[in-house]
């Protein structure tokens, strides 16, 4: 695939014959890194990081010189977005994410415009600048929030444990609350597809609450509008396919469902037997998952019984990439993330027919 000297994380997406599962890890470029902790010292703030594209390229390339991994993803935050939207992205030490102006009334969510993508040039600048450091090492993967995960941070103001605001906008205000999420899908279809012209390889929605609806507001609120953004998204760079990877942490009742919605791959958590996904899914998408992340505090003889647990579930064939269910916890050891990533590669091939 173009000038790739490993495509295997590619190909697995499309569900094309490969010589072992590939791997890589959400969150990789993080915490429990101390060549990541670090780097974010020097730069003073975690936002300041995000919006240094020579920063957020050396975090990114970070878990790489570790291990051997299969892929990259763009180091980034997915409330880029609204914060572009005019909404005061802040973050402080142990609260997390916050908003100075929040959007909680009709008001509000009417003045919001989609962003110019100029306001978020510094992503695509740090696109552009790992693809030609990655010289062909590995795919890179771009990335977002989905409207709904997006939308659930600009009502309740940051994150939060009840979704109480946002849930009683979707009650009381059904149409205002489409109008919200109309104008976040129409920005994260033009937010992934200016990452693509820099050079994506690949794309993933993160759906991360998702998981708090029930069914019937899951089709309507989100998965109608991963849906609408997977529609408008570029999905070939001179004939060469991007993939979409779809994730909605705590999804797995829904997975039939998010199959049909045109992506290439569904992120599965760890709640859920990558079996019974695979058989839900009837081989219509590839899956990417689903170690509970916190196997890796465990010892190293218990993570490669849990990868070849899971690489046993999943089966015979191509179609799965390796990853945790969801990200990796900032207090992991770094080594025992090593044993993972080596353990894949070791086992895998057994379940691969290919040997090129």
């Known amino acids: 695939m173009t000038d790739l000297k490993n495509d295997i994380f590619l190909r697995a997406l499309l569900r094309q014959p490969v010589p072992y599962t590939p791997v890589w890890m959400m969150r990789q470029a993080g915490r429990y890194l101390p060549e990541y902790r670090a780097t974010r010292q020097r730069a ?82 740090a696109v552009a600048l790992i693809r030609r450091e990655l010289a062909g090492r590995v795919p890179l993967i771009g990335f977002s929030g989905s409207p709904w995960t997006l939308a659930t941070y600009m009502v309740e103001g940051g994150s939060a444990k009840q979704f109480a605001r946002i849930k009683t906008l979707l009650f009381d205000r059904p149409a205002l609350l489409h109008q919200l999420l109309d104008k976040l899908a129409k920005a994260v279809t033009a937010y992934l597809n200016a990452q693509v012209e820099s050079g994506a390889q690949a794309l993933m929605l993160f759906d991360t609450w998702g998981g708090v609806l029930r069914p019937q507001d899951y089709e309507q609120f989100s998965l109608a509008y991963m849906r609408q953004v997977i529609a408008g998204l570029i999905r070939g760079v001179q004939g060469i396919r991007v993939p979409v990877i779809l994730f909605t942490k705590g999804g797995g009742q829904w997975l039939s469902r998010m199959a049909t919605t045109g992506c ?11 079996g019974d996904a695979r058989a839900q899914t009837k081989g219509r998408v590839a899956l990417q998952g689903n170690l509970d992340p916190c196997v890796l505090y465990a010892s190293p003889e218990r993570i490669r019984a849990e990868v070849a647990a899971v690489l046993e579930s999943y089966g015979t064939g191509s179609g799965h990439v390796f990853n945790l269910g969801h990200g990796i916890h900032p207090d992991t050891p770094p080594d025992h993330a090593a044993v993972l990533v080596e353990a894949v590669h070791e086992l895998s091939p057994a379940y691969h027919e290919c040997s090129a």
Not at 78 to 93: K, W
Not at 264 to 274: N, P, R
């Open 264 to 274: 290439d791959a569904l992120g599965v958590d760890w709640t859920m037997d990558l």
């Open 44 to 125: 003073g703030s975690f936002l300041n990081l995000c919006r240094t594209p020579e920063l957020a390229c050396e975090v990114t390339l970070q878990p790489l010189e570790r291990f051997p991994l299969d892929a990259a993803i763009l180091f980034s935050d997915i409330l880029t977005v609204p914060d572009a939207m005019g909404l005061g992205l802040y973050f402080t030490e142990g609260e997390g994410p916050a908003f100075e102006r929040p959007v909680r009334t009709e008001r509000a969510i009417r003045a919001l415009a989609v962003p110019d993508m100029a306001d978020l040039g510094y992503v695509m600048d």
